[in-house]
């Protein structure tokens, strides 16, 4: 976590991004909606850099084991875990940086809906 938000508003913006990674219907805009208020290019970071790592490897697997939801408790210790060993390892973070790419590639489609809506929810409370 990078201070942007307040810890408990990091933690809340994982778990509602960890839902694009479920192997089931995924509802954009309900998270977009989970997500009003936090700048949509901190998003981004936070989606690529430290979600995705975390909970794209599911839909990887030949039969994603989350298919519901990811657990809160193992969601959060678990990117707090990948974080913190980025910080202890160069060869970690380095990795982590390549697999941030593969991960913008790969997710392009689903960040570019999720950005439209959550557009579309800040022309709303304005309009």
């Given at each position: 976590?990078?201070?942007?938000l307040?810890a408990?508003t ?10 694009l990674?479920?192997d089931n ?12 208020g ?7 970071e936070?989606?690529f850099d430290?979600v995705?790592?975390?909970?794209a490897p599911?839909l990887?697997?030949?039969?994603p ?11 959060l ?7 913190q060993?980025?910080?202890h390892?160069?060869?970690?973070a ?11 590639w ?6 570019r ?8 929810g ?6």
């Amino acid at each position: 976590m990078d201070g942007s938000l307040p810890a408990q508003t990091h933690e809340e913006a994982w778990e509602a991004l960890s839902d694009l990674f479920v192997d089931n219907e995924v509802d954009i805009a309900g998270i977009a909606a989970r997500l009003a208020g936090i700048p949509p290019d901190l998003l981004e970071e936070i989606l690529f850099d430290e979600v995705a790592p975390y909970c794209a490897p599911n839909l990887l697997a030949p039969v994603p084991p989350v298919w519901s939801g990811f657990a809160r408790e193992p969601l959060l210790a678990g990117i707090k875990a990948q974080l913190q060993q980025r910080r202890h390892s160069r060869l970690r973070a380095l990795a982590a940086c390549l697999s941030g790419r593969f991960w913008r590639w790969r997710y392009a489609r689903e960040w570019r809906e999720l950005r439209q809506c959550l557009a579309r929810g800040a022309d709303a409370n304005f309009g």
